[in-house]
Structures are given as C-alpha cells and as structure tokens.
C-alpha cells in the first residue's frame, strides 16, 4: 500500500472502531496490516466484513473470549513496519512455508526438525512447545543475530518457526529462506489457532501464552491464564 492510501485507511478504521464501539490496535504499513481488537462478537463480526471491504481482501483472524474487554483504546497506527526487523525481506520467499495446525504436532516431533521460538524471552518462560529452542531475544530485531551465531543452513536442513499469531513468523521465515536455509516452515496462524484447533491431548504446548493485552497470558483453552502482572513474566 502507498503511504497516502494508508492515511485514508486509517481514518476510516479509526471511525470505523468508535462507530462500533470496538477497542484495540491496528497497525498498517506498506508492507501489510495487523491487529487486536476486542469487542462483542457481533460488533467484531461486523467490524471483520467492513473492513475486509475497505482494505480489498479476505482477512484472517482468530478468536478468543473473556468477560471483560481486554482493550480500553482506540489505536490506528502507520509503521515502516508490521514487525520490527531492520532487515531487507523479499516476503515473496514465505510462499509455501506454512503448515496447519493440524500438522504441526508431526513436523515438530521429527528430529531431524530444529524448532525455534521466534518470539522474545519472556514470552518463552511463559510458555512454549516441545523441544522448542530459546534465542534469548529481547526484541525482534535481535533474532537475526541468534540465527548468524548458532544456525547453519548446512547443517539445519529443516527449520520450524512459531509466534503467537504468525506475524513475526510472516516475515522471519522468508528472511530463513533468503540466507539460504532449505526447509523452512511457519505454523500457520501462530500458538492462538493452534490452541483453538488441536484438542488438548494432542497438544505439544507446555505452559500458558504470552499475550499483548490486559488478560498477559492465556491457558490451552484459550482463557485467561494465570498471570497477572507483567512483571511475573520477567523474572528470572
């Protein structure tokens, strides 16, 4: 999207959000669009259709639910970037790298697989699955350097990525593929459409998820987990 289009969008999903009564962020950038919104599933379910409507496209979602509102704000953003990398990406390569839910259990069990958490530190004490490596990342931007020290395309013939709803692993796995690692694989809509799909014993997820908003973590079954200060999440 051209940065003036993205202006006109913004307005209009802002009026958009107020109009019915939805809560969260959007962010927008040339690049793509992501958010996390909350509402009653009738105003989300609205919202999802106008939307998809001003912005050209299908959209993707998941869905969880509480009983109070995890958002307070109306936020619409313009970045240079959904997901802060510093790195050229051709998005282009992210073509074929997804895998289902469904199928996640079997690709994370091999272990020919390597399975890296592309999501920071915290987030990982928080939770994570099986046999899934730490990078011990701060922010984002520092994977990259995790990669360059500890992973060889020769020697990881197979790399298997998670988030937790897929944004980051959106642009990290093609930027995989573009140092010249073989096989790389992203689990298609992240840890929450995982934890929506695959029933609990079946479940390779230890722990809770790491999440953006007032509720901090939810639990495998998608509810609000047993968090409830941020700072819980960084001790070490």
């Known amino acids: 999207m051209a940065v003036a289009e993205l202006a006109s969008i913004k307005e209009a999903l802002r009026e958009l959000m107020r109009e019915l009564s939805v809560r969260g962020t959007i962010l927008l950038a040339p690049e793509g669009f992501n958010s996390t919104l909350g509402g009653s599933p009738d105003e989300i379910a609205e919202f999802i259709a106008r939307a998809a409507k001003l912005l050209q496209t299908k959209l993707r979602y998941k869905s969880s639910f509480h009983d109070d509102l995890p958002f307070q704000r109306i936020k619409v953003k313009i970045k240079k970037e959904i997901v802060t990398l510093k790195q050229d990406v051709d998005l282009s390569l992210g073509r074929g790298t997804h895998v289902a839910p469904a199928e996640w259990n079997r690709l994370i069990d091999d272990p020919e697989t390597l399975v890296l958490d592309a999501r920071n530190d915290y987030e990982f004490r928080t939770g994570t699955f099986k046999n899934a490596v730490n990078p011990g990342t701060d922010k984002f931007n520092e994977l990259p350097a995790f990669v360059a020290e500890n992973l060889d395309p020769g020697r ?30 992203q689990l298609e ?37 047993s968090l409830d200060d941020f700072s819980q999440t960084t001790e070490k």
């Open 156 to 185: 990881h013939k197979n790399v298997a990525m998670f988030c937790t709803g897929g944004i980051r692993c959106e642009k990290f796995a093609p930027y995989l593929k573009g140092l010249g690692f073989i096989n790389v694989y």
């Open 189 to 225: 809509g992240g840890i929450l459409k995982y934890l929506e799909e695959v029933r609990p014993e079946e479940s390779l997820w230890k722990g809770e998820c790491f999440v953006f908003d007032e509720r901090i973590s939810v639990d495998g079954d998608l509810q609000k987990g």
